[in-house]
C-alpha cells in the first residue's frame, strides 16, 4: 500500500471500519449475476481494482498483499471488491439461493468483526449495494 491507502490506526481498525460502514443499519443487499469466465476475467482483487480505476474509480484503500479487499469511489458511488477468507460467507455469497439480508448471516458476520448490534449505526443515508460474481472475485457497488 502506498501512503495515500495506508489506513490511518492500522489494518485491523481499518478494516473493522469498512464492516461497521457496510453493515450499518438500513444498507440493503442485493445479488447482482454471475458472470463466469475461464478463470482469468477478474482472476484477483488487483486485476479488478485496475479495470476499475480504467473506469474512473479512485482505490481509496487496499488490505492484503496480494490484496484481498480494496474500496474504490466514482463520485458518490462505491465499490467494493473482495475475496472472502472465510469459508462460511463465501459458501452463503455464492448461494443462489441464500438471502443476501439474512438476520442470521448478519449476526454471523457481526460476530466475526467482533461488533454488536448496537455499535452499528444506523444509516444517515441508507445504501443499496449490488453484488455481482466474476469468477472468483465479489464486486459489490452502490446504486447512486
Known sequence: MNDKTRPA?????????VRRHLMDQG??????????????VLSSVKQTMRMYE???????MEFGDPPVYAVLERG??????????????RAWLES?????????MRA??????????????????PRHFHINEVDNVFIATTDD
Open 9 to 17: 490506526g492500522g489494518f485491523d481498525a481499518a478494516l473493522q471500519a
Open 76 to 89: 458518490h458511488r462505491e465499490a467494493h471488491i473482495f475475496q472472502p477468507q472465510d469459508p462460511k460467507i
Open 54 to 60: 480504467g473506469m474512473g474509480y479512485v482505490t481509496l
Open 108 to 125: 454471523y458476520m457481526l460476530q466475526q468483526s467482533e461488533l454488536t448490534e448496537k455499535e452499528v449505526p444506523v444509516a444517515a443515508k
Open 27 to 40: 444498507n440493503r443487499f442485493d445479488r447482482g449475476p454471475a458472470y463466469e469466465g475461464d478463470g482469468k
Open 96 to 104: 443462489d439461493e441464500a438471502v443476501l439480508n439474512e438476520p442470521a
